[in-house]
């Protein structure tokens, strides 16, 4: 059954849970560079792997956990070049020179680290804090616990890449056990921001609202029969909610009233940078209109995945987002929307030292770099490190767990109280382990 309700203004009855404390972030733009960018060739210099380069890996570093004995290769020095940006100093790579002109603005964290060396797995811990599929994503677990400020859009919308293919598929943005209408909803640039939105034309408004309505008399007399049960609530509000956003989301997703500056900005005007640029641009419409999680994809079902040849892999995909995106930071923040919008860019994990057919590198969860702006975030610094090589993580290590742990805290929730009853338990985002803020990246 289709559920309705009738069309309100933005922000008219929204559906905002109050935070735990007073937050810092009040929205996220997570950038997902799905296939693992090479850290130790964009974020996490390493002068002593380009010494050593064409060496084997010393014995010192003792076991490694690689597919296909990667461990026996050459190490590879970084293909481009670092340097100093900004007037911190921060080094990055000459492969992002346009976010490279933000560095004042980033804090990359060099000592994440995770569980599985695969794509799937590891693309749901980073999203849903566990490598098992059916968990909620952390876009879920945000609206589960704040809510929409606009109660004709969802609070966690998902921007894919259009080349489809995510390693692990939709599960990464799903609801998992929390309520159907937590799910990250897709959205794309376009007159069909989402499909089959629209009714038939032959369907006028007035028809529609007749039907409508007596379909949500019918579902609300369903669900007394029903004892209110959860999951079918859920469904209704999930089509009450699309039936709202008939009107608005076609408006939101069409930027051509933007001005040409700031298309340009976007690298919208580009062939290369149109595509990821058009999406940049939306997710940043998209926070404007009171949605709370932002959730956008670059790279198709091998993206970042750079077995065979960092160089080309990186310099295409690169070349496709690092003018966007240094956009998107300018955008924000001469909207004024920098200070309370966390940005995360990142990928599932990074790359290896030691190559890869020749060119190429392999996965390393041991290992890698995030980067956050943003939030009252201080900027122009990186916080822990790799070991002299990048392959794992040394100093000030961080977790996907206290990583997930710390964002929450942004947001001003506390992490060991947002939870959700399932199977006899009390669920969080952190899961059942100890978990807690990363206070060095947060000051």
Not at 52 to 74: A, D
Not at 188 to 213: E, H, K, N, W, Y
């Amino acid at each position: 059954m289709l559920a309705c309700a009738s069309l309100a203004p933005a922000n008219a009855g929204a559906d905002v849970h109050p935070p735990h404390f007073a937050p810092r972030a009040k929205r996220v733009i997570w950038l997902f560079m799905h296939g693992g960018p090479s850290h130790v060739d964009l974020l996490d210099p390493k002068p002593t792997l380009t010494k050593y380069s064409g060496q084997t890996l010393p014995e010192s570093f003792g076991n490694v956990m690689t597919r296909r004995n990667v461990k026996k290769n050459p190490l590879l020095a970084p293909i481009r070049r670092f340097r100093p940006r900004g007037r911190s100093g921060l080094e990055i790579s000459d492969f992002l020179p346009n976010i490279a002109e933000h560095a004042d603005d980033l804090c990359v964290i060099r000592s994440m680290h995770g569980d599985s060396v695969n794509h799937p797995q590891s693309v749901y811990q980073m999203n849903t804090g566990s490598i098992l599929m059916g968990n909620p994503s952390v876009g879920s677990w945000v609206a589960y616990g704040l809510g929409s400020e606009n109660q004709n859009m969802p609070a966690f919308v998902v921007l894919p890449d259009p080349g489809g293919g995510l390693k692990g598929g939709p599960p990464a943005w799903g609801n998992g056990y929390l309520p159907a209408s937590y799910q990250g909803v897709t959205m794309r640039p376009g007159s069909s921001p989402i499909l089959d939105l629209q009714p038939q034309p032959s369907v006028t408004a007035q028809q529609q609202q007749l039907d409508l309505s007596l379909i949500q008399k019918l579902n609300r007399r369903h669900l007394e029969q029903r004892e209110l049960d959860d999951r079918l609530t859920a469904r209704v509000k999930a089509y009450e909610l699309a039936f709202r956003m008939q009107s608005e989301a076609p408006e939101l997703v069409d930027i051509q009233n933007e001005t040409q500056q700031t298309k340009q900005m976007y690298g919208i005007d580009q062939k290369e940078t149109r595509e990821f640029g058009e999406r940049c641009l939306l997710a940043r419409r998209m926070l404007e209109s009171g949605v709370r999680f932002v959730q956008l994809y670059s790279g198709d079902t091998n993206g970042w995945d750079a077995h065979a040849n960092v160089e080309k892999n990186h310099t295409e995909y690169c070349r496709r987002t690092d003018k966007p995106v240094a956009g998107l930071l300018q955008d924000l923040k001469q909207r004024g929307l920098m200070e309370d919008t966390l940005v995360i860019w990142g990928g599932e994990f990074g790359r290896m030292p030691m190559s890869e057919q020749g060119k190429g590198r392999d996965h390393n969860p041991w290992g890698y770099s995030v980067w956050l702006a943003g939030a009252g975030i201080r900027g122009g610094r990186a916080f822990g490190a790799t070991d002299e090589i990048g392959l794992r993580a040394v100093s000030d290590k961080v977790s996907v767990t206290n990583f997930h742990a710390t964002l929450l805290h942004l947001l001003g929730l506390d992490h060991n109280d947002l939870t959700y009853f399932h199977n006899g338990l009390d669920k969080r985002l952190t899961g059942p382990d100890e978990a807690e803020v990363v206070q060095g990246i947060i000051r």
